[in-house]
């Protein structure tokens, strides 16, 4: 099993950036960032696989961008361009499959972080 521990949430205005991090202790093939409205499933927001691909939702898209160090064992999603419907608390999660299974719903990831919120003010 995957521990993870995000940092780095807050709250900022609207147009202003943040970069989440999320530690990692144990190995897996793919990791994501997915957020969650009060009351509502988790999202995906973004996802990387061992081989560095990357995918990232619709919404964020040209604002979001995730990464991974390069000894594999922080993961990072750069928040720019922040918009009042990004305030959530937002979660790293990890997948012990790759390929097309990195791409399914929140609900299939099996190891969490505890979340961080994110608040954007307009």
């Known amino acids: 099993q995957v521990q993870l521990e995000e940092s780095g949430g807050g709250s900022v205005q609207a147009g202003g950036s943040l970069r989440l991090s999320c530690v990692i202790s144990?190995?897996?093939?793919?990791m994501g960032w997915f957020r969650q409205y009060s009351g509502e499933k988790r999202e995906g927001v973004a996802r990387?696989?061992?081989?560095?691909?990357?995918t990232v939702a619709d919404p964020v898209k040209g604002r979001f961008t995730i990464s991974i160090d390069t000894t594999k064992t922080t993961l990072y999603l750069q928040m720019n361009s922040l918009k009042f419907e990004d305030t959530a608390e937002y979660y790293c999660?990890?997948?012990?499959?790759?390929?097309?299974?990195?791409?399914?719903?929140?609900?299939?990831?099996?190891?969490w972080g505890q979340g961080t919120q994110v608040t954007v003010t307009s």
């Open positions: 990387i696989q061992v081989d560095g691909s990357t």
């Open positions: 144990g190995d897996t093939s793919c």
């Open positions: 999660a990890a997948e012990p499959a790759s390929g097309a299974y990195c791409n399914r719903p929140a609900q299939y990831f099996r190891d």
